[in-house]
């Protein structure tokens, strides 16, 4: 049982480029969220999903894309990164009902765009 | 929108001594969490609150969701030098749906030994 993965751990992105982040949780949780940490301002959500082909935006989706084919899978794109997005990204998931208890985090993406 | 203001930023404490932390908010909302972050993992849960005036413990933690419903508290106590890392308070209000959990920007905690 390995909870909630984050793939890769580390990246190094030129301005522009694209990439996807994956995130991978084993738990059958129904709802994964995608959350950036900056210096001091805490976690910000950038996307969620409440089940399998659904997504939703949260507060700071500009620049993101997100899909959710599988029910244990969430991905995260970047079509153009840009300097601004350099920052470390969690990945967690939570069961629907029976509170939040269950809400795990992933151990996070360090993305430096250049 | 919504905002958690958490307070301190950071302590930095002898080994032995009793730490407070609080997040507050002009906001309602109906669960109040809190978590902790080591240097290079995703923040791991420690207690959650679902109702106003609930306390609860964990080992050496105990939390409180306030009566207004609007602010929360951490404390730890007998703190030892394991007890480093980010505390973030965290909130949701169940009218919206559960992507809706609001993080403070988090408390640095130090121990000297």
């Known amino acids: 049982n390995a909870g909630v993965t984050q793939t890769p751990k580390f990246r190094v992105l030129k301005t522009g480029q694209s990439m996807t982040l994956l995130c991978a949780q084993d738990m059958n949780h129904e709802y994964m969220y995608w959350y950036r940490q900056d210096p001091g301002m805490g976690l910000r959500l950038i996307h969620y999903s409440v089940g399998e082909g659904t997504t939703a935006k949260g507060e700071v989706p500009d620049g993101y894309n997100v899909s959710r084919l599988k029910k244990q899978n969430f991905l995260l794109g970047l079509e153009s990164a840009a300097p601004s997005q350099t920052s470390v990204y969690f990945c967690?998931?939570?069961?629907?009902?029976?509170?939040?208890?269950?809400?795990?985090f992933g151990s996070g993406t360090r993305l430096t765009v250049v | 929108g919504q905002q958690l203001n958490q307070s301190p930023q950071s302590m930095f404490i002898q080994e032995g001594e009793d730490v407070s932390m609080n997040c507050t908010s002009s906001s309602i909302f109906n669960t109040w969490l809190w978590y902790k972050q080591d240097p290079g993992e995703g923040p791991v849960l420690l207690i959650a609150?679902?109702?106003?005036?609930e306390l609860t413990s964990n080992g050496r933690l105990t939390a409180q969701f306030g009566i207004t419903r609007k602010d929360s508290f951490l404390n730890i106590s007998a703190s030892i030098p394991s007890d480093v890392g980010i505390y973030f308070c965290?909130?949701?209000?169940?009218?919206?749906?559960?992507?809706?959990?609001?993080f403070g920007k988090g408390t640095k905690l130090s121990v000297k030994p």
């Open positions: 965290a909130a949701l209000n169940y009218g919206g749906s559960q992507g809706n959990l609001i």
């Open positions: 967690a998931s939570s069961y629907r009902t029976g509170g939040l208890d269950g809400y795990t």
């Open positions: 609150l679902y109702k106003a005036g």
